[in-house]
């Protein structure tokens, strides 16, 4: 057996618009915005696989884009998206297509505050007052005057 990568199913959720995946780590609150060749990279990671398969599936890369991809992974793995398991590896099912024909360094943007990046603040669910929806924004602070 060898060391393998995975997505981390039990704490990620992912989807895929156009050209961008976007990946949310719902035990972390971050967001990641994976453009260029990341989002095939990331699909190739959906079945565990070791970064010599990885690389290889991708195709002769220079050891500079080499770098990138596997610069990825770790990237990914501390932030707990994917993780290293001692598993047989799963080889590449589908030959790699990337974007636009070439490959192009993976773009792995993280945004590690939820509430920041949708621009409201938001406040626990209290179950001692009646339910209004969620989330409920928080209140704008008052100011008193003095008379």
Wanted: aromatic share 8%.
């Amino acid at each position: 057996m060898n060391a393998c990568y995975a997505i981390n199913r039990a704490a990620v959720a992912h989807e895929t618009f156009g050209e961008e995946t976007v990946v949310i780590n719902f035990e972390r609150g971050t967001y990641f915005s994976l453009r260029q060749s990341a989002p095939v990279i990331w699909k190739m990671l959906q079945n565990p696989m070791t970064t010599d398969d990885l690389l290889a599936a991708l195709g002769p890369l220079p050891p500079v884009a080499q770098t990138a991809v596997l610069g990825m992974v770790d990237k990914l793995l501390r932030e707990g998206c994917l993780v290293r398991t001692e598993t047989d590896a799963v080889a590449p099912r589908d030959p790699c297509v990337m974007p636009g024909g070439a490959f192009t360094p993976p773009v792995v943007e993280a945004f590690h505050d939820l509430t920041v990046l949708m621009g409201i603040e938001l406040v626990p669910v209290n179950y001692e007052h009646e339910f209004q929806g969620w989330p409920v924004p928080v209140p704008a602070p008052t100011t008193a005057m003095a008379d």
